[in-house]
């Protein structure tokens, strides 16, 4: 219950409306009426009429009775003081009445002109605005960090991201599956290294290529082979015999000699005279005879006897001095 309700269910009482009819009841011998008498006065004065005659000063007797003094029998009124009452309602009101009475004598009691003290305005950076020494900035500083470090601990890594995987997004928004990129970048680096590798094969000749797959068999081979070699050595001396040299006197005498008209990949060869060049590659066995060139190879290989020649013949004239 409200207080004001409280207040004005208990202490205030409106007078009911006058009845159209009017009950008069019979009075008993000796009722003449209301009395009001002094604070002094300890009840109801029968004999008022003939104290009211006698002495002026007397109280006044009332010979009319009110509506609300017929009829609350009971006297609202409690002495201050007095033990708490039992109503529940009347106990809560009363003690927030005395809340507020503290409150108001609280501040009453607060002294105006005290002086207040106002905290100055702090910066971004969690420092007091205002002259100040070094020290005072270094606590500031150092108890800004600690109030942060503390919320960051508090509000956890789900929070503050940290230690969470980076999630990128592409020009329109949408989430780049990291994984999925890695795969494919990788296989586009694997395509491209072995089409460089292709077209690097591609521009050896055959020769360089029969030379590349020889040198992996020896390699393979060189596994099973001592780390010493000597001059009964069936395999190394094959490979010896195997190779050929213009100015062998002996090459007549080999049996196991590679066809003529054939060259290292087994491709057939031009049977015949050729101009020859600096590779040392011959022409195949369709050519025609004709030397379409632009006469470099002729050129080069005249450059190069006539340095030997002026050499050897520095050399002589040095030997005849």
């Known amino acids: 219950m409200a207080l004001a309700d409280y207040l004005a269910k208990t202490y205030l009482s409106a007078d009911p409306k006058p009845s159209s009819k009017s009950k008069k009841r019979k009075r008993k011998p000796g009722e003449s009426g209301l009395t009001i008498a002094d604070d002094d006065a300890r009840g109801w004065d029968t004999n008022t009429n003939n104290n009211n005659k006698d002495n002026e000063d007397g109280p006044l007797t009332v010979n009319s009775t009110t509506a609300s003094f017929r009829r609350n029998k009971t006297s609202s009124w409690r002495t201050i003081g007095a033990p708490a009452p039992s109503n529940t309602d009347q106990a809560a009101a009363d003690a927030l009445i005395a809340s507020a009475a503290a409150d108001q004598s609280a501040l009453i009691a607060a002294d105006d002109d005290a002086p207040s003290v106002i905290e100055p305005p702090k910066m971004e950076s969690g420092a007091h605005a205002g002259l100040q020494s070094a020290a005072q900035v270094t606590a500031a500083l150092a108890k800004r960090n600690a109030e942060e470090r503390k919320r960051f601990d508090a509000e956890g890594d789900a929070h503050s991201g940290r230690n969470s995987e980076t999630i990128y997004r592409d020009a329109s928004g949408r989430i780049i599956n990291v994984a999925m990129k890695r795969a494919e970048a990788r296989r586009e680096a694997e395509a491209l290294a072995a089409k460089k590798e292709a077209e690097i094969e591609a521009q050896k000749g055959d020769v360089q290529v029969a030379q590349v797959q020889r040198k992996k068999e020896e390699l393979k081979e060189a596994k ?85 020649n002026v050499r050897d013949l520095e050399y002589a004239w040095q030997m005849d001095e």
């Not at 050595?233 to 007549?252: F, I, M, T, V, Y």
């Not at 031009?270 to 020859?276: I, L, V």
């Open 224 to 308: 099973y082979m001592g780390v010493a070699r000597y001059s009964d050595d069936e395999a190394l001396n094959e490979e010896l015999k195997s190779q050929e040299r213009w100015n062998d006197p002996a090459a007549g005498f080999l049996e196991n000699k590679r066809e003529e008209g054939r060259s290292v990949s087994g491709k057939q060869l031009y049977k015949g005279a050729s101009m020859p060049n600096r590779y040392g590659i011959m022409p195949g066995y369709r050519w025609d005879g004709v030397d379409r060139g632009n006469g470099f190879e002729k050129e080069w290989f005249g450059v190069r006897n006539r340095r030997a």
